[in-house]
């Protein structure tokens, strides 16, 4: 650059106007030739003319991207082509369909006379896209169940949901297109938004789609209200007298252990337990023959209890010579 503007400054005031206008006449020749060119007829070439496919969007929605345009040969006049190539001011081509959701598609060549009409006085050559293809779907109104996502830690630990989830309400109605509807399997899933729950649960939500289907479905509410109670599983143990069964008089313990019963039980059922005599139940008819041992049996197991663990939950069997 700067050898350039060092070559142009040893030039003299005269040869700088020379230059001037002997580019001034390349610019004019140039822009004659061009705008000559340009007036001819008879250019062939392959451009990309805008479609709009019409349907009634009460009735049915597309679950894609509509095909915008499709590549046809023209040929015609200069200036014609360079606005078509350019796309400037092209109305779009429309292609009515009465019942788009019986078929996905369309030959170019059902709207090739309409398109030849629509795009005069360029010539339509040849139609280059040969199928139009597009996803559009019944619009239909659906009743499906709202359900609580119990795939989170809901509770906290030891807590446990008493009786049913109560939700209001508990079906909703649902419009959008059958392709999408079919992803959701019959239910909406409310998230409470929380986790460790322990105490009752009163509170109305907002009925939320994922981003994917907001924009396809519509929903006839737009909150829920979720209510349960809880109640804590308390952990409790007792030590448990043994109570043999069967035993022939030449066999007996090898020891004498302190049998201890552990449970869950539920924290409303606390007051039930005294009405119960817990026993380490040893049946010798069902001791393990493969190493004299015997296992320990708790009578009763009332249902309101949990978790039952015993320690120890095998004793040995000693028998007399």
């Given at each position: 650059m700067a050898t350039i503007k060092k070559r142009f400054s040893n030039l003299s005031p005269q040869k700088i106007a020379n230059l001037k206008v002997a580019a001034l006449c390349f610019l004019a020749a140039a822009t004659f030739w061009v705008l000559n060119a340009l007036n001819k007829d008879n250019y062939t070439t392959l451009v990309d003319y805008p479609i709009e496919i019409v349907f009634d969007t009460e009735e049915f929605m597309p679950v894609e991207k509509l095909p915008s345009r499709i590549k046809v040969e023209v040929n015609g006049n200069g200036w014609d082509l360079l606005r078509k190539y350019f796309k400037v001011n092209e109305a779009p081509f429309l292609i009515e369909i009465n019942n788009?959701?019986?078929?996905?598609?369309?030959?170019?060549?059902?709207?090739?006379?309409?398109?030849?009409?629509?795009?005069?006085?360029t010539n339509l050559v040849s139609m280059v896209t040969d199928t139009i293809t597009f996803n559009i779907d019944k619009v239909v109104t659906r009743k499906i169940k709202v359900q609580l996502d119990t795939t989170s830690n809901l509770l906290a630990r030891n807590y446990n949901i008493a009786g049913d989830i109560e939700l209001d309400p508990s079906i909703v109605n649902i419009k959008g297109p059958t392709s999408v509807l079919q992803k959701l399997d019959g239910m909406i899933t409310v998230s409470l938004g929380e986790t460790r729950i322990n105490k009752n649960y009163n509170k109305i939500l907002p009925l939320e789609l994922s981003d994917d289907l907001r924009e396809f479905l519509?929903?006839?509410?737009?909150?829920?209200?979720?209510?349960?109670?809880?109640?804590?599983?308390?952990?409790?143990?007792?030590?448990?007298?043994?109570?043999?069964?069967?035993?022939?008089?030449?066999?007996?313990?090898?020891?004498?252990?302190?049998?201890?019963?552990?449970?869950?039980?539920?924290?409303?059922?606390?007051?039930?337990?005294?009405?119960?005599?817990?026993?380490?139940?040893?049946?010798?008819?069902?001791?393990?023959?493969?190493?004299?041992?015997?296992?320990?049996?708790?009578?009763?197991?009332?249902?309101?209890l949990e978790n039952i663990e015993i320690d120890p939950s095998v004793l040995k069997l000693k028998y007399d010579e």
């Open positions: 788009p959701s019986t078929k996905n598609y369309i030959l170019t060549s059902e709207i090739r006379r309409g398109l030849a009409e629509s795009i005069n006085p519509t929903l006839d509410e737009e909150s829920v209200h979720v209510k349960f109670d809880v109640y804590q599983m308390l952990e409790g143990n007792k030590r448990l007298k043994i109570k043999k069964l069967n035993f022939p008089n030449s066999v007996s313990l090898a020891e004498e252990p302190s049998i201890v019963m552990r449970y869950r039980i539920d924290e409303r059922r606390v007051q039930d337990l005294n009405n119960f005599e817990f026993e380490a139940v040893l049946n010798y008819y069902n001791r393990n023959r493969n190493d004299s041992t015997v296992t320990v049996q708790v009578n009763p197991k009332p249902p309101f």
